[in-house]
């Protein structure tokens, strides 16, 4: 295998909107000398393009038509180069000195490399590798903790994290790159088990570092679309990604669980339904659970009515398929993390892979012990109703006991009412 050098490299940064942050991250990528550099932007309305053009005019800048997200505009970055290795940065990044040169050091044995993510003033953690639970939500490892409290060991990773990382551009364009229907979030994580499906080596490269601003184009979004993707994406790895008799199990287990939630989640009391019970009155759910509930109820339609589509892309990754899931589980790392704090949901959860016969893949037992950790929420529930209860009971006491003032009028309306009074009493005579 030949070395790799930094004029082999195309570095492709997508941007919305963040020309305050090119500004920063341009001066510590430019005195790497990277091959290429090329700017995707999707219609910002801060003048990003004329600024480039001015400052950098060696940067190719390709134009999108309105704000197209992250995955599909990185595809089309990788695919405008011919430079054999591809290196994702996000906008609101600046480099270490030596990022290019470690990306590319690590490289030479791999087909991916996940860089280490610090934030922005290098103290703390941003990715340090990731893990992945079974329904598809990952996690970045150690985020938020000190450097210096963290190992640097590198080694095999599921997935790298797409705002700072390297890929040979064949491999890329073999596996079908960034899935464009992910939009963004999480379509890092599914490139990492397509290329692990593959046959493809993904590593973590510690010393390649890029410092981060912390989400500053995600900033631009509500929260709740972006949750909403994280909800919808998770489903969609699931349902394409994962070998068939696993898929026969994990897929309706994410469905299940997925209900299971937006009902929790709703605040529904379902006993106001239930003929054999006595009569139960719905409590009004606080606006937040609900809004997560209606998220996992649109993720639920919007997969199932598009289903024939990702039905061929789980097709086409199947195609590709050259390692077993036995062999790539051990990178989930923490497979049956806990997505919800909520005791009952967990002894439900764990009911659920029982009955599928996935314990025999993943420690039930073990995750089972863990619902003790968290307080069952009905009597939490219980004791904010009461404390409601109380503070209405004593703003009703404080009430009668203090009736309100009476206020006399001003002076000007009391003359008024008693100029009034003759004309009323002559009003009746009057004809």
Known sequence: MTSLSASDTAVVIVTWNGRHHLERLL???????????????????????AWLAKHYPAVRVLSNDRNRGFAEPNNRGAAATARPVVAFLNNDTRCHPDWLARGLEALEGADAVGCRLLDWEGRRIDFNGGSLQYLGYALQLDSGRLLEEVGSEAGEILFPCGGA???????????????????????????????????CRVVFAPESVVYHRGHGTFQQHAPARLRYLMHRNALATVLKNYEDDYVR????????????????????????????HPEVEPT???????????????????????????????????????RSDAEILHLFRDPLRAIVEDAEYIRWEADLLETLGLDRIWDTAAYRSRASAFAD???????????ELRRLQWWGHFALAHPPPVC????????????????????PGRG
């Open 27 to 49: 001066p510590s990528l430019v005195p790497q000398h990277p091959g290429e550099i090329i700017v995707v932007d999707n219609a910002s309305r801060d003048g990003t393009v």
């Open 165 to 199: 990382m390297f890929i040979r551009r064949d491999v890329f364009q073999r596996v079908g790159g960034f899935d464009p229907d992910f939009f963004a979030v999480y379509e890092d994580v599914d490139l990492g088990r397509r290329l692990w499906i593959a046959g």
């Open 249 to 276: 199990k994990v897929f309706p287990s994410a469905l299940f669980a997925a209900v299971r939630r937006a009902v929790r989640l709703s605040g529904l009391r379902k006993e106001s339904f239930y003929l054999w």
């Open 284 to 322: 009004a759910p606080p606006p937040a659970p609900m809004e997560d509930a209606w998220l996992h109820l649109a993720v639920l339609d919007d997969i199932l009515e598009a289903l024939p589509d990702w039905l061929a892309k789980r097709a086409a990754v199947q195609a590709l398929r050259r």
């Open 377 to 387: 929420p009905l009597p939490e529930r219980v004791r904010l109703l009461r404390d």
């Open 408 to 427: 006399r009028p001003p002076w000007w309306r009391r003359a008024v009412r008693w100029a009034r009074k003759p004309i009323a009493r002559a009003a």
